[in-house]
């Protein structure tokens, strides 16, 4: 049982180049979830999902892309890279995204945007 | 105002102290309230959910002050392995909405 994984764990890109973040979870959670965490923030929710075929925007959603197709999967896609984007993103999961629920995040990926 | 404020610190504090941080919301529509720790910036981990009665875990006490706004962490007898930022959350309905950490920093 791997939990959430997320790859890759670091990425330095260019402005205006295209990137998908990967994450994966085995524990069949309908939830599933993308924030991005800058210096001095807290966590902020890009996009999430509470199942397959079902997403919806968060709180900071503009320049990122998901789909979810599978359980499994909840891809977050870039598509024209900023330096704005620089940021740490975390991908987390849950049962059925209930505020009770307990959040499972994945190790995080290190974007910089150069 | 934000919706989730905390005091960034840090807050520096002799091993065996007790240490206390609080943080204020902006909804007085909220569900529920959590406080998660994180590490050197590695993903946020679950410390304790924080009922309207209070909650105790071993040395944390957790507590929700809904008339003032207001949820607390108490920590007792700190370690140093209590080093780490800690996170308050609110959550409602699909989303959580994170403050953005108290530095604690346990001195030997």
């Known amino acids: 049982n791997a939990g959430v994984t997320q790859t890759p764990k670091f990425q330095v890109l260019k402005t205006g180049q295209s990137m998908t973040l990967q994450c994966a979870q085995d524990m069949n959670h309908e939830y599933m979830s993308w924030y991005r965490q800058d210096p001095g923030m807290g966590l902020r929710l890009i996009h999430y999902?509470?199942?397959?075929?079902?997403?919806d925007q968060g709180e900071v959603p503009n320049g990122y892309n998901v789909s979810r197709s599978t359980t499994e999967d909840f891809p977050l896609r870039l598509l024209s890279a900023a330096p704005s984007q620089t940021s740490v993103y975390f991908c987390a999961s849950s049962y059925s995204g209930s505020p009770t629920d307990t959040q499972y995040f994945g190790p995080g990926t290190r974007l910089t945007v150069l | 105002r934000k919706e989730v404020e905390q005091d960034p610190g840090p807050f520096n504090v002799p091993e065996g102290a007790t240490v206390a941080f609080n943080c204020t919301y902006s909804?007085?529509?909220?569900?529920?309230f959590f406080w998660y720790r994180q590490d050197c910036r590695k993903e946020p981990k679950l410390l304790m959910s924080?009922?309207?009665?209070?909650n105790e875990d071993g040395r944390f006490t957790a507590q929700l002050n809904r008339a003032s706004q207001y949820i607390s962490l108490l920590i007792r007898d700190s370690k140093l392995s209590d080093s780490a930022t800690y996170l308050c959350?609110?959550?409602?309905?699909?989303?959580?909405?994170w403050g953005a950490g108290t530095k604690l920093i346990i001195k030997p």
């Open positions: 959350v609110r959550g409602s309905n699909y989303q959580l909405i």
């Open positions: 999902s509470v199942g397959a075929g079902i997403t």
């Open positions: 909804n007085s529509a909220s569900q529920s």
């Open positions: 924080v009922y309207s009665s209070g």
